[in-house]
């Protein structure tokens, strides 16, 4: 128990319900592993179709399972003029996907105390105080606005592609001809290179070292992410993937690689599936919070900050077969962040520039990442990284963390049983909180009860206890005639006492009962 870090109200509620009061959520299938590796095959045959139909010259992609690289493939080559076949160790150029390393940079930063995410950004480069806003009540334009392509700056691709080559000159020539703005700041989500161009000038500023010598040793380094780099000469000419545009005769052509500047903390990393795979897995061991000892060179807590949904963009809604499908997007600090009717959180980004296309996804609950990088112009394999999503759901393995019961919910379904075998006035009264007896009278909600059990008769058992969180939670009873539910909710009081309390009829056991404010929230998908 963590007696140390207790309020003493907690500490009463610790030592009245015992064990630990906030227990991390954890996987309960034995299983889980064996029976998403079972999918890879399939996985592996999706892979390969999409480069066939695509004719993508060559391609790498990955799959995470727990923080570890479980399986790398590829296909076809990473040099046409060779022959040289694409293997783990093949660096490609991963575009955009280079954002998430540039605002892990400025969380590394913040959590130093070297700057504020609500920092003007003319703090750092004061050459952007020269501005000019859209419109006199625009306030200035912060650091977090710029990590979430919030600060109304336009849409910038292809364009931003062609700056990675640009000084630092060009650029503080940009800023003194001032920046057109396509949305009013802070109101909607626009995607913009040029914000992080602006970043990775705002990380040489607070470390006091240039953008990538920062990324390389404060991130990279510690990630043992030896094959990754911003500087396209350091690869060795062997392991380097060449990138290809696809004609509109049919033939191919040779993109030429483009160099790193000014706009590389917008685009310019390059790296392999093997380094890849451990930043994927880097990602993904944030979760779920926990007790155990920072490892990363960022804290778990600041990862889990920037796949979190800061902006959002749009909700798209579709029907295919009858079946309601619903993706509400947006962005996080350089990162996608998705809901869709099977996930509650998806996180990643794509990169494309002249030659590359890559995508890198993850389900943060459930332990599960995957990632491509493939060597034609814009050839983004989200599509094939999303099949097989597909694909791992139906092995029954792809299964989020569950949350073990709290000794908070524990301690009160106790009561709560107590009260369905035989109503007691004043263990009701021990149990409740302020509140629950004001709602519904003690008189009330005893005659519930009773109708309740002369519809059901004799309950034999009580289910398990399924934890919504902490502090809300569900058990079944499974009586003569149907199912009950019971549903109750504990308040923000130390300690804890039960706040809300419904006893329903439900048709099976999988019916989730809801409290009056709503909760508790979730996706799903609605057949017609």
Known sequence: MRFFRLSAGLLIAALLFGGDLYPPARFSDPRRIQKLESAIPEVDEIFNRFAAEHRIPGMVWGVVIDAKLAHVASTGVRDRATGDRIDAGTVFRIASMTKSF????????????????EDPVSKWIPEFAATELPTR???PIKIRQLLSHNAGFPEDNPWGDQQLAASDDDVMGWLKNGIPFS?????????????????????????GVPYRTYVQREILDKLHMDHSTFDFAAV??????VGYRLKPDGTYQEEPP?????FGSAGGLLTDA???GKY??????????????????VRRSSVREMNQLWRPANLTVTRNNGMIQAVASGYGFGLRVQSNCHFEQVDGHGGGLPGFGSYMLWLPDYGVGMFAMATLTYAGPAEPINQALDVFLKTGGLQKRELPPSPMLTGAREHILNLWKKWDDAEARKMAAMNLFIDAPVEQRRDEIRKLKEDVGE??????????????????????????????????TNPPAVQHLAFRRIANENVRLVAPTGAPAGVSCVDE
């Open 102 to 117: 540039t605002a892990l940079s400025i969380l590394k930063l913040r959590d130093a105390g070297k700057l504020s995410l």
């Open 137 to 139: 009540d625009t306030p």
């Open 183 to 207: 949305t009013p700041p802070g109101t909607r989500y626009e995607y913009s290179n040029y914000m992080w161009g602006l970043l990775g000038r705002i990380v040489t500023k607070a470390s």
């Open 236 to 241: 060795p000419a062997a392991n380097r993937a």
């Open 258 to 262: 483009l160099p790193d500047g000014a």
């Open 274 to 276: 093997t380094d890849l």
């Open 280 to 297: 994927v897995a880097f990602q993904l061991s944030a979760w779920p919070p926990r007790d155990d000892p920072e490892t990363g060179p």
């Open 459 to 492: 309950c034999r058992a009580a289910g398990p206890l399924i934890a919504e969180n902490w502090l809300r939670g569900q058990f079944n009873m499974t009586c003569e005639r149907g199912i009950v539910g019971v549903f109750y909710t504990m308040s923000p």
